[in-house]
């Protein structure tokens, strides 16, 4: 059999490393080997921090939530308790952007959740 020598695959790999290592610091863009393992070790953390931002914007919305419904005398989990019983289906991102940006629909929302707790 004849010899392979995969020149064109083995320079497409290197040349994709090296353009995702650009903007690396030194000879971590620069050096197959260590472009290499920068990369690996950024789309690990990039992996990671998909699943971060996900838990990290619920916990600022369930602070925004709990901030404004205690102006109007509930707590957190008294608001989210009142607005299931009330069949109330909004989920946290929505009740936060209510929150912020329309405080009078949200007193609403917490009266709703009074009367259902009553």
């Known amino acids: 059999m004849a010899r392979v020598k995969r020149g064109n695959v083995h320079t497409k790999r290197r040349r994709r490393v090296l353009k995702s290592a650009k903007g690396f610091y030194g000879s971590k863009s620069r050096l197959y080997t260590e472009a290499r393992e920068a990369v690996d070790r950024s789309m690990q953390q990039a992996y990671i921090g ?8 619920r916990r600022l919305w369930i602070a925004r939530i709990n901030a404004a419904s205690r102006q ?6 008294r608001f989210m308790a009142g607005l299931k019983a009330a069949g109330v289906g909004l989920d946290r991102k929505v009740l936060a952007e209510i929150a912020v940006e329309d405080p009078k629909v949200f007193e609403e929302l917490t009266s709703t959740a009074k009367q259902a707790l009553a």
């Not at 998909?50 to 914007?57: D, G, P, V």
């Not at 109007?72 to 989990?77: F, I, K, V």
């Open 50 to 57: 998909r699943k971060l931002k996900k838990r990290e914007y």
């Open 72 to 77: 109007h005398g509930l707590p957190y989990n």
